[in-house]
C-alpha cells in the first residue's frame, strides 16, 4: 500500500517470530511494528497439526489422518525441547577441552549457546513443512527448556510487547488476526498514515467477517481454560471461551500406495523424531 515509501521487513531484532530482544544501535526511532498474535486455541492446534521448526513434536506421519500430528495431550504438556546434533556436541568438547565458556557462544539468530538448540547452523536440519530445526530456551541463561508449547506462548506475548518500549520503535501495533480479519484494514491503515505521514496508494481490504475457529476435543478446550495464562491472553484480548461438541469424523478411508525409498528415509526420519525427548538440555 505504500509502495517503496516504507521498507517491510519480516523482523525487528530477530526474524518475526522468534524472541526479540532491545538494540539501541538497530534503528533511529524511525520503525513502524506490527506484533500479529492468533487465537491460543487454534494457534498451539495449529501448531500441533504442524509444528514449525519443532521437530520433536511431530506425530507419526500418516497422509490419510484428517488431523495428523501427536496427541493433544501429549503435544501441550511435552517439554518444548530437542537433543543437540554433532557439531554442538563437538563445541562442546572443544569448550571443555579449552576451558572456555561455551554459554555465550554465537549461534542461530543472534542466540548465545544457552539459548536455543540447536546452536550450530549444520544441525537446524531443514524437513520440508515443518521448516529449519530450533527449539528457543528460556532467556534467563539458565539454559532450560520451556516445560510446554503453553508456557513458550506466554512468554511470547510479553516478550512482543515488550517491543513498544525497544529503541528505534516509533509506532507499535498489536494486532489480532480475528479482529483484523472481522473489521478489515481501513482502520488500520489510517492509522499507519496518521504515524507516518504518508498516504497509502491502495484500497483497503474489507472484513470477511468471523474466522471459524478449529474444531477441537472439547477436553482440550477445558484443558486450556484451567492451565493456560489467562492473564497474559488478556493483555493481548483474548478470554476463555467454552468447550463446544465436536461432530466424530467417519474413520479415513485408507488407502494402498507403494512408498518410495526416498519417502520411506523421510517417514523414519520423522518417527524417530517423534519419540519423546530428553527434557535434559
Known sequence: CFGDQIPVEPEFTRFKHWFQFDDATVRNESALVVAMFRDPYDWIEAMRERPHHAHGHVGVPDIDMDHPGMEWKDFVSKPWVGPRGPADHVKME??????????????????????????SPEDSVKIDGYSTYMYELKND??????????????????????????????????????????????????QLEEVTGLKANCEPLKGTGVVKHKAVDPEYTE????????????????????????????????????????EQLALEALQKLAQPANAQV
Open 94 to 119: 572443544k569448550a571443555k577441552a579449552e576451558g572456555s565458556h561455551i554459554e555465550k557462544s554465537e549461534c542461530l539468530a543472534g542466540y548465545k549457546f544457552d539459548e536455543v538448540i540447536p546452536c
Open 141 to 190: 541463561e539458565s539454559h532450560r527448556a520451556f516445560s510446554s508449547i503453553v508456557e513458550l506462548r506466554t512468554a511470547k506475548i510479553l516478550n512482543f510487547l515488550q517491543v513498544s518500549k525497544s529503541h528505534g520503535v516509533k509506532a507499535f501495533f498489536p494486532e489480532r488476526y480475528e479482529a483484523l480479519n472481522l473489521r478489515g484494514t481501513a482502520d488500520f491503515l489510517r
Open 223 to 262: 484443558w486450556m481454560n484451567k492451565y493456560h495464562d489467562w492473564d497474559a491472553e488478556a493483555m493481548i484480548g483474548y478470554v476463555k471461551r467454552d468447550p463446544i461438541p465436536r461432530v466424530d469424523v467417519p474413520p479415513p478411508l485408507m488407502v494402498d500406495w507403494e512408498t518410495s525409498p526416498e
